[in-house]
Nanobody, 122 residues
Framework: QLQLVESGGGSVQPGGSLRLSCAAS????????IGWFRQAPGKEREGVSC????????NYADSVKGRFTIERDNAKNTVYLQMNSLKPEDTAVYYC???????????????WGQGTQVTVSS
């Protein structure tokens, strides 16, 4: 059974940092592109970042470029999202997702995690 489990969310003050983790089980992780999405209250879910299966290609939403970094450790079946210089507008539920494709694509992912809450507030 395919499963993605996020962790690392929490509450932080503006300017602070958090590191989210997405652990995968039940499938061959190394062949899939992995992404992070977020959904703030009253807003649509949006893509944040994506990393190819090899880790050689990444992309970011303009709103997080220069502040967030995505990386993967295929040996540990884990993808990380390092979030620095956090802003109140980064507050959202963050979801990990996987595509049955090796590169980042624009169509919806095939698998989703359950989400982890990130709150940025003073």
């Amino acid at each position: 059974q395919l499963q993605l489990v996020e962790s690392g969310g929490g509450s932080v003050q503006p300017g602070g940092s958090l590191r989210l983790s997405c652990a995968a089980s039940g499938f061959t992780w190394v062949y899939y592109a992995i992404g992070w999405f977020r959904q703030a209250p009253g807003k649509e879910r949006e893509g944040v970042s994506c990393i190819s299966s090899s880790g050689g290609s990444t992309n970011y939403a303009d709103s997080v470029k220069g502040r967030f970094t995505i990386e993967r450790d295929n040996a540990k079946n884990t993808v990380y999202l390092q979030m620095n210089s956090l802003k109140p507008e980064d507050t959202a539920v963050y979801y990990c997702a996987a595509w049955t494709a090796s590169i980042c694509v624009t169509y919806p992912p095939d698998y989703w995690g359950q989400g982890t809450q990130v709150t940025v507030s003073s």
